[in-house]
Protein backbone atom coordinates (compact mmCIF):
# COMPACT_ATOMS: atom_id res chain seq x y z
CA UNK A 1 0.00 0.00 0.00
CA UNK A 2 1.36 3.65 -1.10
CA UNK A 3 1.90 5.56 1.87
CA UNK A 4 1.05 9.38 1.69
CA UNK A 5 3.50 11.40 2.40
CA UNK A 6 3.99 13.53 5.37
CA UNK A 7 4.53 17.29 4.66
CA UNK A 8 7.25 19.24 6.85
CA UNK A 9 7.07 22.60 6.79
CA UNK A 10 10.70 24.45 7.75
CA UNK A 11 11.00 27.72 9.24
CA UNK A 12 14.36 29.66 7.83
CA UNK A 13 15.13 31.66 10.57
CA UNK A 14 17.76 30.79 12.44
CA UNK A 15 19.26 27.03 11.60
CA UNK A 16 17.65 24.48 14.29
CA UNK A 17 14.45 23.75 12.32
CA UNK A 18 16.05 22.45 9.50
CA UNK A 19 18.44 20.63 11.65
CA UNK A 20 15.50 19.10 13.43
CA UNK A 21 13.27 18.28 10.68
CA UNK A 22 16.41 16.40 8.53
CA UNK A 23 16.60 14.22 11.66
CA UNK A 24 13.64 13.04 11.83
CA UNK A 25 13.50 12.50 7.99
CA UNK A 26 16.52 10.28 8.14
CA UNK A 27 15.38 8.69 11.18
CA UNK A 28 11.45 7.94 9.48
CA UNK A 29 10.69 4.90 7.56
CA UNK A 30 8.01 6.89 6.12
CA UNK A 31 8.50 9.16 3.52
CA UNK A 32 8.53 12.85 4.16
CA UNK A 33 8.89 15.77 2.29
CA UNK A 34 10.79 19.22 3.40
CA UNK A 35 8.99 22.33 2.45
CA UNK A 36 10.67 25.72 2.66
CA UNK A 37 13.15 28.51 1.84
CA UNK A 38 16.12 27.07 1.76
CA UNK A 39 15.81 23.48 2.01
CA UNK A 40 17.53 23.09 -1.67
CA UNK A 41 16.62 19.31 -3.34
CA UNK A 42 15.92 18.55 0.12
CA UNK A 43 12.46 19.15 -0.81
CA UNK A 44 10.44 21.86 -1.99
CA UNK A 45 12.10 25.47 -1.76
CA UNK A 46 9.61 28.33 -1.50
CA UNK A 47 9.70 31.61 -2.49
CA UNK A 48 11.18 34.00 0.25
CA UNK A 49 8.78 35.40 2.67
CA UNK A 50 10.75 37.54 4.39
CA UNK A 51 10.07 41.54 4.89
CA UNK A 52 11.37 43.66 1.53
CA UNK A 53 13.68 45.59 4.88
CA UNK A 54 15.64 42.58 5.12
CA UNK A 55 15.08 42.48 8.80
CA UNK A 56 12.93 39.69 10.30
CA UNK A 57 11.47 40.17 13.12
CA UNK A 58 8.06 38.78 12.74
CA UNK A 59 6.58 42.41 11.99
CA UNK A 60 4.73 42.77 8.98
CA UNK A 61 3.71 46.43 8.78
CA UNK A 62 -0.69 45.44 8.79
CA UNK A 63 -2.25 47.72 10.80
CA UNK A 64 -5.08 45.42 10.24
CA UNK A 65 -3.57 41.96 10.98
CA UNK A 66 -6.75 39.79 11.83
CA UNK A 67 -5.89 38.64 15.21
CA UNK A 68 -5.55 34.90 14.71
CA UNK A 69 -2.32 35.71 12.58
CA UNK A 70 1.44 36.80 13.22
CA UNK A 71 2.30 37.73 9.42
CA UNK A 72 0.85 38.70 7.18
CA UNK A 73 1.85 41.76 5.00
CA UNK A 74 -0.34 43.00 2.43
CA UNK A 75 0.87 43.14 -1.69
CA UNK A 76 3.92 40.54 -0.87
CA UNK A 77 4.56 38.53 -3.96
CA UNK A 78 7.06 36.39 -1.99
CA UNK A 79 4.19 35.23 0.48
CA UNK A 80 1.83 35.16 -2.43
CA UNK A 81 3.77 32.46 -4.28
CA UNK A 82 4.69 30.96 -1.39
CA UNK A 83 0.93 30.41 -0.22
CA UNK A 84 -0.07 29.01 -3.71
CA UNK A 85 3.40 26.66 -3.61
CA UNK A 86 1.91 25.29 -0.45
CA UNK A 87 -1.78 24.74 -1.97
CA UNK A 88 -0.38 23.21 -5.06
CA UNK A 89 2.07 20.78 -3.52
CA UNK A 90 -1.24 19.42 -0.94
CA UNK A 91 -3.65 19.10 -3.88
CA UNK A 92 -1.37 17.27 -6.00
CA UNK A 93 0.21 14.68 -3.12
CA UNK A 94 -2.64 14.78 -1.15
CA UNK A 95 -0.79 14.58 2.81
CA UNK A 96 -1.46 12.82 5.48
CA UNK A 97 -0.32 14.94 7.41
CA UNK A 98 1.64 18.43 7.74
CA UNK A 99 4.22 19.05 10.62
CA UNK A 100 4.36 22.69 10.66
CA UNK A 101 8.10 24.39 12.23
CA UNK A 102 7.01 26.54 12.99
CA UNK A 103 4.60 29.19 11.65
CA UNK A 104 0.85 29.95 12.71
CA UNK A 105 -0.09 30.66 8.97
CA UNK A 106 1.01 27.85 7.47
CA UNK A 107 -0.03 26.08 10.23
CA UNK A 108 -3.79 27.62 9.28
CA UNK A 109 -3.08 27.08 5.57
CA UNK A 110 -2.94 23.52 6.07
CA UNK A 111 -6.01 23.17 8.60
CA UNK A 112 -7.59 25.16 5.72
CA UNK A 113 -6.47 22.60 2.79
CA UNK A 114 -7.82 19.67 5.16
CA UNK A 115 -4.82 18.23 6.22
CA UNK A 116 -4.10 17.13 10.16
CA UNK A 117 -1.45 19.16 11.39
CA UNK A 118 1.18 18.51 14.37
CA UNK A 119 2.58 22.24 15.60
CA UNK A 120 5.93 22.34 16.57
CA UNK A 121 5.85 24.45 19.60
CA UNK A 122 9.21 25.95 21.25
CA UNK A 123 9.83 27.12 24.71
CA UNK A 124 8.86 30.49 25.83
CA UNK A 125 5.41 32.40 26.56
CA UNK A 126 3.45 31.35 23.55
CA UNK A 127 -0.31 32.16 24.91
CA UNK A 128 -1.16 34.58 22.70
CA UNK A 129 -4.06 34.43 20.13
CA UNK A 130 -2.43 33.33 17.04
CA UNK A 131 -0.03 30.54 18.98
CA UNK A 132 -3.31 29.62 20.97
CA UNK A 133 -5.30 29.07 17.87
CA UNK A 134 -3.03 27.22 15.96
CA UNK A 135 -2.60 24.65 19.14
CA UNK A 136 -6.63 24.29 18.97
CA UNK A 137 -6.95 23.36 15.26
CA UNK A 138 -3.94 21.27 15.50
CA UNK A 139 -3.93 17.42 16.06
CA UNK A 140 -1.16 17.41 18.05
CA UNK A 141 1.46 19.44 19.60
CA UNK A 142 5.23 18.39 19.15
CA UNK A 143 7.52 19.83 21.56
CA UNK A 144 11.28 19.07 20.92
CA UNK A 145 12.54 19.35 24.63
CA UNK A 146 12.10 17.88 28.11
CA UNK A 147 8.59 18.25 29.89
CA UNK A 148 10.90 19.21 32.99
CA UNK A 149 11.92 22.54 30.69
CA UNK A 150 8.13 23.15 30.26
CA UNK A 151 6.99 27.04 31.77
CA UNK A 152 4.75 26.73 34.47
CA UNK A 153 2.70 29.49 32.97
CA UNK A 154 1.95 27.56 29.99
CA UNK A 155 -2.16 26.46 29.71
CA UNK A 156 -2.71 23.00 31.47
CA UNK A 157 -4.95 21.84 27.98
CA UNK A 158 -1.74 23.20 25.95
CA UNK A 159 0.26 20.61 27.65
CA UNK A 160 -2.29 17.61 27.77
CA UNK A 161 -1.83 18.07 23.80
CA UNK A 162 2.12 17.96 23.95
CA UNK A 163 4.34 15.15 23.10
CA UNK A 164 7.62 16.08 24.60
CA UNK A 165 10.74 14.61 22.51
CA UNK A 166 13.78 15.46 23.42
CA UNK A 167 16.91 15.02 21.72
CA UNK A 168 15.67 15.19 17.95
CA UNK A 169 19.77 15.53 16.57
CA UNK A 170 21.67 13.66 14.61
CA UNK A 171 24.24 11.98 16.61
CA UNK A 172 28.21 12.65 16.02
CA UNK A 173 29.23 9.38 13.98
CA UNK A 174 32.38 7.62 15.36
CA UNK A 175 34.05 8.98 18.62
CA UNK A 176 35.15 12.35 18.99
CA UNK A 177 38.61 12.42 20.48
CA UNK A 178 38.72 15.11 23.40
CA UNK A 179 40.31 19.00 22.31
CA UNK A 180 40.56 19.98 25.80
CA UNK A 181 39.38 23.54 24.07
CA UNK A 182 36.68 26.14 25.12
CA UNK A 183 34.30 26.16 22.45
CA UNK A 184 32.13 29.17 21.95
CA UNK A 185 28.92 28.62 19.56
CA UNK A 186 27.81 32.17 17.98
CA UNK A 187 24.50 30.69 16.26
CA UNK A 188 22.92 32.43 12.81
CA UNK A 189 19.58 33.84 14.45
CA UNK A 190 21.16 36.85 16.57
CA UNK A 191 24.06 39.23 16.43
CA UNK A 192 27.51 38.52 15.95
CA UNK A 193 30.17 37.84 18.66
CA UNK A 194 32.08 40.30 20.26
CA UNK A 195 35.70 39.96 19.15
CA UNK A 196 36.85 42.07 21.83
CA UNK A 197 35.12 40.49 24.87
CA UNK A 198 35.96 37.09 23.42
CA UNK A 199 39.42 38.59 23.32
CA UNK A 200 39.45 39.48 26.99
CA UNK A 201 38.00 36.17 27.82
CA UNK A 202 41.38 34.40 26.24
CA UNK A 203 43.61 36.35 27.63
CA UNK A 204 41.82 35.76 31.70
CA UNK A 205 42.42 32.16 30.65
CA UNK A 206 45.88 31.71 29.16
CA UNK A 207 46.79 28.20 29.73
CA UNK A 208 43.17 27.21 27.93
CA UNK A 209 42.92 27.20 23.99
CA UNK A 210 39.73 28.71 22.76
CA UNK A 211 38.00 28.63 19.39
CA UNK A 212 35.16 30.47 18.30
CA UNK A 213 32.63 29.58 15.20
CA UNK A 214 29.85 31.22 13.98
CA UNK A 215 30.25 35.34 12.75
CA UNK A 216 32.05 37.49 15.16
CA UNK A 217 33.33 40.99 15.34
CA UNK A 218 36.71 42.38 14.56
CA UNK A 219 38.85 41.19 17.07
CA UNK A 220 41.72 43.50 16.66
CA UNK A 221 45.18 42.02 18.99
CA UNK A 222 43.69 38.40 18.70
CA UNK A 223 45.95 36.37 21.69
CA UNK A 224 47.46 33.19 20.70
CA UNK A 225 45.05 31.37 22.74
CA UNK A 226 42.01 31.92 20.69
CA UNK A 227 40.79 30.97 17.31
CA UNK A 228 38.27 32.40 15.03
CA UNK A 229 37.16 29.92 13.08
CA UNK A 230 34.39 31.32 11.93
CA UNK A 231 31.21 29.05 10.11
CA UNK A 232 32.70 25.16 10.24
CA UNK A 233 31.11 22.21 8.01
CA UNK A 234 30.52 19.99 11.16
CA UNK A 235 29.39 22.00 14.47
CA UNK A 236 28.16 18.97 16.19
CA UNK A 237 31.57 17.61 16.33
CA UNK A 238 33.47 20.55 17.36
CA UNK A 239 30.68 20.34 20.12
CA UNK A 240 32.02 17.44 20.87
CA UNK A 241 35.37 17.39 21.56
CA UNK A 242 35.05 20.84 23.52
CA UNK A 243 35.99 20.95 27.00
CA UNK A 244 33.55 23.54 28.19
CA UNK A 245 30.61 24.81 25.52
CA UNK A 246 29.16 28.55 25.78
CA UNK A 247 26.62 30.00 23.64
CA UNK A 248 22.95 30.99 23.64
CA UNK A 249 20.21 28.54 24.40
CA UNK A 250 18.16 27.81 21.24
CA UNK A 251 17.08 24.59 20.63
CA UNK A 252 19.32 23.56 18.25
CA UNK A 253 22.52 24.75 20.31
CA UNK A 254 21.12 22.76 23.59
CA UNK A 255 20.55 19.94 21.82
CA UNK A 256 24.02 19.68 20.40
CA UNK A 257 25.39 20.08 23.72
CA UNK A 258 22.88 17.50 25.75
CA UNK A 259 23.69 14.71 22.77
CA UNK A 260 27.48 15.35 23.29
CA UNK A 261 26.96 15.69 26.99
CA UNK A 262 28.87 18.28 27.06
CA UNK A 263 29.32 20.93 30.24
CA UNK A 264 27.84 23.96 28.77
CA UNK A 265 27.39 27.82 30.30
CA UNK A 266 24.62 29.54 28.53
CA UNK A 267 23.86 32.76 28.01
CA UNK A 268 19.85 33.58 26.54
CA UNK A 269 19.20 35.74 23.53
CA UNK A 270 16.46 38.39 23.28
CA UNK A 271 13.76 35.88 20.94
CA UNK A 272 10.25 36.66 20.32
CA UNK A 273 8.24 34.89 23.29
CA UNK A 274 10.98 34.45 25.79
CA UNK A 275 11.90 31.05 24.29
CA UNK A 276 15.53 31.32 25.07
CA UNK A 277 15.01 32.95 28.22
CA UNK A 278 12.13 29.97 29.58
CA UNK A 279 14.78 27.03 28.24
CA UNK A 280 17.74 28.83 30.25
CA UNK A 281 15.29 29.47 33.15
CA UNK A 282 14.81 25.24 33.33
CA UNK A 283 18.57 24.32 32.58
CA UNK A 284 19.54 26.65 35.70
CA UNK A 285 16.82 25.41 38.16
CA UNK A 286 17.45 21.09 37.41
CA UNK A 287 21.00 22.37 37.48
CA UNK A 288 22.35 20.85 34.08
CA UNK A 289 24.38 24.25 33.41
CA UNK A 290 25.51 27.71 34.50
CA UNK A 291 23.57 30.57 33.25
CA UNK A 292 24.50 33.99 32.53
CA UNK A 293 22.44 36.61 31.84
CA UNK A 294 25.61 39.43 30.24
CA UNK A 295 28.54 38.38 29.20
CA UNK A 296 30.99 38.88 32.46
CA UNK A 297 33.46 40.33 33.26
CA UNK A 298 37.14 38.63 31.72
CA UNK A 299 38.46 38.02 35.25
CA UNK A 300 35.69 35.55 36.38
CA UNK A 301 36.15 33.23 33.41
CA UNK A 302 38.55 31.08 35.12
CA UNK A 303 36.36 30.40 38.25
CA UNK A 304 33.21 29.92 35.88
CA UNK A 305 34.71 27.27 33.69
CA UNK A 306 35.51 25.26 36.73
CA UNK A 307 31.58 25.83 38.07
CA UNK A 308 30.54 24.44 34.56
CA UNK A 309 33.07 21.29 34.90
CA UNK A 310 31.63 20.25 38.58
CA UNK A 311 27.99 20.63 37.43
CA UNK A 312 26.44 16.71 37.75
CA UNK A 313 26.47 15.21 34.23
CA UNK A 314 23.17 13.63 35.43
CA UNK A 315 21.54 16.41 35.85
CA UNK A 316 21.94 17.29 32.05
CA UNK A 317 21.74 13.63 30.74
CA UNK A 318 18.36 12.99 32.39
CA UNK A 319 17.57 16.06 29.79
CA UNK A 320 18.23 13.90 26.63
CA UNK A 321 16.49 11.02 24.87
CA UNK A 322 19.43 9.51 22.54
CA UNK A 323 17.02 7.86 20.55
CA UNK A 324 15.07 11.36 19.97
CA UNK A 325 14.74 11.22 16.09
CA UNK A 326 13.66 7.85 16.02
CA UNK A 327 11.37 8.74 18.85
CA UNK A 328 9.62 11.69 17.17
CA UNK A 329 9.49 10.02 13.35
CA UNK A 330 7.87 6.31 15.01
CA UNK A 331 5.17 9.07 16.59
CA UNK A 332 4.24 11.18 13.57
CA UNK A 333 3.98 7.40 11.48
CA UNK A 334 1.79 7.01 13.79
CA UNK A 335 -0.16 10.36 13.61
CA UNK A 336 -0.15 9.74 9.78
CA UNK A 337 -1.23 6.38 9.78
CA UNK A 338 -4.39 7.16 12.22
CA UNK A 339 -5.38 10.38 9.69
Known amino acids: ?28 DWPITLLGTGVGEAGIDLPDDRPLSGRFDGVDGSERRPAALHYAPIDHEGVRLRVARVAQWIATERPALMVVDVSVEMAMLARLASVPTICVRLNGARSDVPHLEAFRGA ?47 IGRGGAPGDGARLAQAARACPDVQWRVIGPVSAVGDCPPNLDIAGWVEDAAREIAAADVVIGGAGEGLVGAVLVADRPFICMPEARPFGEQQATASGLARLGATVVLQDWPEAATWPSLLAQAKA ?29
Open 139 to 185: AGLLAPFHADLELESTPAWVRERTRYLPGITTAVAGAVPPSGRILVV
Open 311 to 339: LSPQARRRLHDPQGARTAAIWLSEQAAAA
Open 1 to 28: MTRRPIGYYVHHHGAGHRARAQAIAAAS
